[in-house]
């Protein structure tokens, strides 16, 4: 699925010292389970609440080194992506403190950053590290980053992102393998995104807040969590106009404050929960969520004849009277079928009566899965 990061190297390594040093490094700890046994056969029933979305929680905590001013995040969801997340950023010199009664609460202050040089550990773990580029440039004037890495469901390039900067200004270079990006202060300019990449997106919106003029970014990233980074910008007293349409206006600032700002819920856990119920044939109702989020799942469900409904405001019910009926999905940008749902549905269709064709447009590489679902007995063809 999304951006997790099993393999890590990094994150093993430090796994593998002592929790003291660990600690000492303000380091994650990890832990991970060395298997996962599932008895199936047994429908899901029940309630459940979902989290704040990690997609809109990455780049939020990535946006905190635009402030020198306390930032208050709630409902920041205790993951492995999250804490590579406060890794790099504590390693730049910010203070995080998480709740100790409640761990999804995050209390964030880059008063005082120390490094424009992004750690290339967590970096190269974790490609949403490079969203830190677009805001350590527009605090310090520059940035060190090394190119990212994350889960290989594809290339994964980062070329709109650099374009976008360098059209604001920015001078690029290569230094020992490192990203070099410089600029005095960025300046508004107008740019067309050749594919509205989330990152390229969110990376640019960020750089663009503290850039002199206003910056237009065309054929935008329309998905929630680009709205949801945007609204927190704005509770910083940020100037970001569009977001979630094609056109986003950014109207640079010279500072910008602090905030206390809560994370949208997660549609892709959300979605996940879902097809869960839909594929062990159960019942359950999800509580916080946004299910105009949910709309292209929803439909699509809906179509294979399960049944959904909307209770309440935040709530979505998902039951499965029968066995799924085939159909096709592709995916697409938002407001199309998420690409991060594309193997959940892939599993659920496998199980449905007749043929189901899924296309899958954003990545080029994220049918890895297929492999597993044959042996499992699935009966799919790439
Ligand atoms: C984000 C999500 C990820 C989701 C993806 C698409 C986060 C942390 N991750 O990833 O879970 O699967 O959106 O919804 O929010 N591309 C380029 N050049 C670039 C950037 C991207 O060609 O500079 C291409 C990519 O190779 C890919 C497509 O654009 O084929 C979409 O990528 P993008 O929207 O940037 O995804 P991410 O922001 O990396």
């Keep these: 699925m999304g951006g997790n990061t099993p393999h890590c190297p990094f994150l093993l390594a430090m796994a593998g010292r002592s929790r003291e040093k660990k600690q000492a490094a303000g380091a994650a700890i990890v832990r991970r389970a060395a298997k996962i046994i599932i008895e199936g056969g047994v429908p899901l029933q029940g309630t459940i609440r979902i989290k704040g979305a990690k997609n809109a929680a990455l780049p939020i905590l990535a946006a905190t080194l635009l402030t020198d001013k306390e930032v208050a995040l709630k409902e920041v969801p205790p993951l492995e992506d999250i804490k590579t997340m406060s890794l790099l950023l504590r390693q730049l010199g910010v203070e995080i403190h998480c709740d100790e009664q409640n761990n999804e609460r995050y209390f964030v202050y880059a008063h005082r950053l120390h490094s424009f040089t992004a750690p290339p550990g967590p970096v190269r773990c974790m490609r949403a590290s490079f969203l830190v580029a677009g805001p350590l440039l527009a605090r310090l004037g520059r940035v060190r980053i090394s190119r990212p890495g994350g889960c290989a469901i594809g290339t994964r390039p980062i070329d709109l992102h650099l374009k976008g900067l360098t059209a604001m200004g920015a001078d690029f270079s290569l230094e020992d393998g490192f990203i070099m990006l410089e600029a ?38 329309a998905e929630p969590e680009v709205v949801d980074l945007a609204n927190f910008l704005n509770s910083l007293g940020a100037r970001v106009f569009g977001a979630g349409t094609s056109v986003i206006r950014v109207e640079g600032v010279n500072a ?7 994370v949208i819920p997660d549609r892709i856990e959300a979605g996940t929960f879902m097809l869960a119920a839909a594929i062990t044939g159960g019942s359950v109702l999800l509580q916080n969520v946004l299910p105009q989020h949910l709309k292209p799942l929803m439909a699509k469900l809906k179509e294979t004849g399960m049944r959904v409904e909307t209770p309440e405001g935040d709530k979505v019910l998902v039951e499965a009277p029968q066995r799924p009926q085939a159909v096709d999905i592709q995916t697409l940008p938002y407001p199309g079928f998420p690409t991060d749902l594309q193997p959940q549905a892939m599993a659920f269709l496998s199980t449905a009566q007749g043929a189901s064709v899924i296309t899958e447009t954003v990545f080029e590489k994220r049918f890895r899965h297929v492999e597993e679902l044959c042996r499992m007995g699935a009966d799919i063809y790439v």
Excluded: F, H, K, W
């Design 184 to 221: 005095r202060r960025l300046r508004g300019e107008q740019i067309y995104l050749d594919y509205p990449s989330v990152g390229a997106t969110e990376n640019i919106m960020m750089a663009a807040c503290l850039a002199e003029g206003t910056t237009v970014i065309e054929n935008a990233a």
């Design 256 to 262: 910008l404050a602090g905030s206390s700002y809560t």
